[in-house]
DNA sequence: CGACTATTTGATAGGACTCAACCTCCGTGG
DNA sequence: CCACGGAGGTTGAGTCCTATCAAATAGTCG
């Protein structure tokens, strides 16, 4: 089941039907290596790429070369769904480890959308929840201390992999580097490195050789003060557990535009 | 003429018919003082709301009351064309000043939009616009210290009125506090009264009793590493002197959703 | 004039940065 | 097989930017 299927499932319950022709659409397969850049289109003009398998981010350079890492993007996280220009202001697309990804280009896509609304309907939802998470990270650089902002971090794409079934015995890849991860801070990697003992001397989490152990997601996640209301996934049993957030409705309204 | 008209004149000459659709969808106006949430809703379920005079906020609480401004809405800017839900994540709309808006409710919306194929494409113009200042604001709290991130801030304000008519011989009001302009770049309000006369011994701006005064745009801008290009403001002289930035095709390719 | 909010100033503390060095792990090639 | 080099991670010392606390001043409105 490709990485696609699984997170729209996480919004509809996909018909046989759908199921396939996501996976027709997702059937061509382009590699990149860490630290490369994903070509805005690979194909022809224009085209949205899925995450298959590794991790990859967006990211802003500054004319002083500090670099800022907008958004992470996970296996079944959706690309350029709204980028219209090919000049996309000087963001780029990067892989943070190997990436596979598969790439649509944009008339199929919208030709998927159009035969199946329900699949529109799920992709709208991924577009939203990135709006969301972009301002949560916004409230995280401005409101959050060092180690609370890697607490959410964590939290996030920890939940985040969870979702497309990629974290087992609360155990999951993350290959972001300190370098990275400070650059998604908005912190210094020698700072990263000390919040990071500090968590693991907290017996929150484990993070060696990319891979990331959670020990106690709940004291890191009120230590974040992360409320994962934002990432609308589905219920598991950890937000069952929780308070639960029925107040969401799963079928999106039409939508505006 | 309304806000909203200047607003989307940025992005296509609107034909008579189109400038009377719009102000007639804008003919219920509101009025809430400075400080007061704009409600969701004032009419019925669901309603695009239009800033037609003052400023207003999107903000965000932390559990521990800290609270972040995420964004800042000027006269023609539109509010919740994204927002699918009645509750939107404790993301809450709120007056920086004396506000006048329109509210359009969402079906009156969809059909001036679905009528007016043109209006509909300057209005995703504003929702792409909304969505890369978001991201540019998280480059500041990320990168930027405390002085380039107030420069940016009003180097961006600044070029956002004088796109709907509202600068006049370098002034232009500003109605935020010291304590709004901390919350929304994650500082401390005594420091942005300290950085705030550090500008203004640089003579870059003046600033008071909610007037902004643009003294030295040239040197503001090149501290503040702005690059206006985010905005995709309509060329003017000032934009006409510095590089074209004709890369960027004016009309809005056919949308993915 | 008094109450309130917004701004300003001073003093002090602390969180995060910088610089610099060192260590560890790996893949490469002599 | 081991030396080498490079990338990523770790540690220490010192500094700076920004926060905090506290109090005074200015401005506003009834």
Redesign the pocket.
């Known amino acids: 089941m490709s990485p696609m299927v699984k997170r729209l499932s996480n919004f509809i319950n996909l018909q046989p039907a759908e199921v396939d022709a996501v996976e027709a659409a997702c059937a061509r397969i382009f590699t990149v290596q860490a630290g490369q850049p994903i070509p805005h289109d690979p194909i022809n003009a224009g085209s949205i790429k899925i995450i298959v398998s590794g991790m990859a981010c967006r990211c802003k350079y500054l004319p002083n070369g500090r670099r800022q890492i907008i958004s992470c993007m996970v296996p079944g996280d959706l690309c350029d769904t709204r980028i219209r220009t090919s000049r996309n202001g000087d963001q780029i697309l990067q892989a943070l480890s190997r990436v596979e990804y598969a790439a649509i280009p944009a008339p199929a896509f919208l030709r998927l959308c159009n035969d199946h609304p329900r699949i529109r309907d799920a992709v709208r939802w991924l577009a939203y929840i990135e709006e969301a998470t972009l301002r949560e990270w916004l409230v995280s650089l401005g409101q959050r201390?060092?180690?609370e902002r890697l607490a959410h971090l964590l939290c996030e794409l920890y939940l985040r992999l969870e979702a497309v079934k990629l974290v087992e015995n609360n155990v999951c890849d993350l290959p972001l580097?300190?370098?990275e991860l400070a650059d998604a801070l908005?912190?210094?990697?020698?700072?990263i490195?000390?919040t990071?003992?500090d968590l693991r001397a907290m017996q929150f989490i484990k993070l060696?050789?990319g891979r990331l152990t959670m020990m106690d997601f709940t004291s890191l996640s009120n230590l974040a003060m992360f409320d994962p209301t934002y990432l609308h996934l589905p219920l598991s049993e950890r937000a069952e557990n929780a308070q639960p957030s029925a107040q969401w409705e799963r079928s999106p309204r039409a939508d505006l535009h």
Chains 1, 2 share one sequence.
């Open positions: 201390t060092a180690i580097t300190q370098l908005g912190l210094s990697p020698v700072h490195n000390r990071l003992q060696a050789a």
